[in-house]
Each structure stands twice: as C-alpha cells, then as structure tokens.
Nanobody, 119 residues
Framework: QVQLVESGGGLVQAGGSLRLSCAAS????????MGWYRQAPGKQRELVAT???????RTGDSVKGRFTISRDNAKNTVYLQMNSLKPEDTAVYYC?????????????WGQGTQVTVSS
C-alpha cells in the first residue's frame, strides 16, 4: 500500500505564491512517477505538473512559466512551487503517483489540498 500526504494549500491573493508538498510512503519502488493534478468545481481533473518515469517533466499549458515541480528522492517527496497565482488557479490539488511493478502499473492519489486565490 502507498500513502500520499499533501500539505501547503491555503488562501492567497492573486499574484502571490504557495508551495505544496507531497510525501509518499509505503511500497514505493524505483520505477515511479509523482506529480500534481487539480480539479476546480464543475471541471475535470487536469494535469498541473508531473515527473515522468524517465525522469523528465510535463507541465500543463495553463501553468507553464508560473509553476515548478521539484523533488527530494531521499524523502520521497515532490513539491509544487506556485508563483503569480491567479483566481483561476483555485482548485483542489491532488498528489499522484504511478508505480510500475511486475509489468503492471498502479496509481495512487492523495486526499487533496485546497488552494484558493482571491482577486
């Protein structure tokens, strides 16, 4: 089993910054990819930023140039630095991990952390 614990959400004014953290624990294997997704009310969950299995990154078009994903492998933790926040960034942000093992892939989600950006 894998557990993901997110932290760092909150209320911020437009133009401000927040940093989200996600710590993974449990049966995490080296072949994995961690990242962030978000879901706003009435909208589908969308990619924010994620590491890929080969160590690269993918970033959603709406946050490019403003959000940066980073990680600490020793702590099994990923971070999302969010700068120049906009009201449209308001959403629940979810941490995600894909784990490849024995020819299969499994994914796990955190409980989500609310980010609210006021205008």
């Amino acid at each position: 089993q894998v557990q993901l614990v997110e932290s760092g959400g909150g209320l911020v004014q437009a133009g401000g910054s927040l940093r989200l953290s996600c710590a993974a624990s449990g049966n995490i294997f080296s072949a994995n990819a961690m990242g962030w997704y978000r879901q706003a009310p009435g909208k589908q969950r969308e990619l924010v930023a994620t590491f890929t299995r080969d160590g690269g990154t993918r970033t959603g078009d709406s946050v490019k140039g403003r959000f940066t994903i980073s990680r600490d492998n020793a702590k099994n933790t990923v971070y999302l630095q969010m700068n120049s926040l906009k009201p449209e960034d308001t959403a629940v942000y979810y941490c995600n991990i894909y784990i490849w093992i024995l020819g299969t892939v499994r994914d796990y989600w955190g409980q989500g952390t609310q980010v609210t950006v006021s205008s």
